[in-house]
């Protein structure tokens, strides 16, 4: 086993790396991202302490190299568990494996979801979601508007054209690199329609 302690914005894995070991943060969040071959990118999940990643997961359990990325969002602490450790622990832990398992239940939970909102809801109802779930206690969203593409599922100019329509209708405010977000009802009642 060996440490995992690095900063924000520190590459973990990309496509086609191999894996080298499971992962168990203590300390920070993890997003992996999926970036086709056009560069357009959307975000699959986040991993924080008590998270899998599945792409770490599938590494693991079928020998396969990353086909995402993952980035450390914030400051990273935990420890990385080489592969024949994990699959001893896998076979020999009842308590390690219940965990894992678990881990891999709620991470599928996620991946439902995002199917979900990407098929099942419209794009006003994705862009307000995910602006609430971003929104800072003050209502300040720091993200660009590739960000925003990546977390919805979309393309920046179709963001774009949605959030001059929300500040329009007095839900949000736009400055450079960030958004205040300036009526929540307004954009809680947009998250909950459906297509």
């Known amino acids: 086993m060996s440490r995992l302690a690095c900063p ?19 300390r920070g969040s993890i997003k ?6 056009s560069g357009r990118e959307v975000v699959l999940y986040r991993v924080g302490p008590g998270d899998i990643c599945l792409q770490t997961f599938a590494c693991l359990t079928e020998a396969r190299s990353y086909s995402a990325e993952g980035i450390a969002e914030t400051e990273l602490e935990g420890e990385v568990i080489p ?33 979900e909102n990407v ?19 003050d209502g300040i969203v720091t993200m660009t508007h590739d960000g925003l593409a990546a977390e919805t599922a979309s393309g ?12 329009g209708m007095g839900l949000i405010s736009q400055a450079r690199g960030q958004l205040t977000l300036l009526d929540r009802a307004g954009l809680e009642q947009i998250a909950a329609e459906e297509v």
């Open 8 to 26: 924000a914005g520190t590459v973990l894995f990309r496509p086609g790396q191999d894996c080298p070991g499971y992962v168990k943060l203590t």
């Open 32 to 37: 992996v991202t999926l970036t086709s071959a």
């Open 83 to 115: 592969h024949a450790e994990f699959a001893r622990a896998m076979a020999d832990d009842s308590a390690f494996r219940a965990e894992v398992l678990s881990a891999v239940a709620r991470r599928f939970g996620d991946y439902e979801q995002l199917v």
């Open 119 to 137: 098929a099942l809801t419209g794009f006003d109802a994705r862009l307000a979601r995910v602006l609430l779930k971003l929104g800072a206690a």
């Open 156 to 167: 920046r100019a179709f963001v774009t054209r949605r959030l001059r329509v929300f500040a």
